[in-house]
């Protein structure tokens, strides 16, 4: 078995990497892959920095490394059989396969939407397109290893970024994402398969409770003579929250005579 990375790049690789979570992630099974590696040689070392210059790869273009997935794969098949043209074929795709399988884990560790998702499910299907034997339960096994949450975005040293609520183009305004998250944190407002629904605040008057947080988002000011703000995206609003006359509640909240008691609720998330 012809194996590419000899004693001291091994001795290298596992004294600079010793504690790295991924590393010995890889190593835990490593050696178990790389048996079934017949004729070619994987150690867990390799298969470690082939998934970092992977990694660094996609760390550095993002999104434009999606439509170049293919071709990567097909760099790296071309890249171990011209080290050894007397292995199958199947052998080096599940080498590759590895590669990717071990790639996936780190980026399913992500926060970001992209790499967590879109990502991990284009590398898993270019895996499923050349369908080495065995391709899915060694991508299962290799699934099985625990990664903690977060390292890849340790890796490349940014911040999670925030998935968009859904909102409609016409109001989907940077203020509203963030009270409508702040919303739905409270437990005032939720979020499901797509759909907003208002929870309340307690208490009576849920609908103009609903009607009174819009407001507040989307700038509506009262006066005598009517909104004096930002004009209120009536029919918008009242087709996302499945509601009617939302427009109408809110302008009743305010000439109220008395003040209602949940509104000071509500005014603490915009404080």
Wanted: negative net charge.
């Amino acid at each position: 078995m012809n194996q590419r990375f000899q004693h001291e790049e091994i001795k290298h690789v596992s004294d600079q990497y010793a504690e790295n979570e991924l590393y010995k992630a890889i190593s835990t099974i490593g050696p178990q892959l790389e048996s079934e590696l017949t004729g070619f040689g994987l150690c867990s070392e390799e298969c470690f920095m082939e998934v970092l210059e992977l990694l660094t790869a996609i760390a550095e273009k993002g999104k434009d490394f999606l439509p170049e997935v293919d071709n990567y794969w097909l760099r790296k098949f071309n890249e171990y059989r011209r080290f050894d043209r007397h292995v199958d074929d199947d052998v080096i795709s599940k080498a590759v396969g590895i590669v990717f399988g071990f790639t996936v884990l780190a980026l399913d560790s992500s926060r970001h939407p992209f790499y967590r998702y879109t990502l991990t499910e284009r590398l898993t299907q270019v895996v499923a397109f050349h369908k080495f034997p065995d391709w899915s339960s060694t991508l299962d096994r290799i699934f099985y290893v625990p990664l903690s949450d977060g390292w890849f975005d340790g890796f490349i040293d940014e911040e999670p970024e925030e998935e968009r609520l859904p909102l409609p183009k016409a109001i989907n305004t940077e203020r509203a994402q963030k009270y409508f998250r702040k919303a739905i944190e409270k437990e005032y407002m939720k979020l499901e398969d797509g759909k907003f629904y208002w929870v309340g605040v307690g208490g009576t008057g849920r609908k103009s409770q609903l009607a009174y947080f819009l407001g507040l988002v989307y700038g509506y000011r009262h006066s005598e003579s009517g909104n004096t703000g930002i004009e209120f995206p009536n029919d918008i609003l009242n087709d996302l929250f499945g509601e009617t006359k939302l427009y109408n509640l809110l302008v009743q909240v305010h000439v109220a005579q008395k003040k209602q008691k949940w509104r000071p609720l509500i005014d603490e998330l915009f404080e």
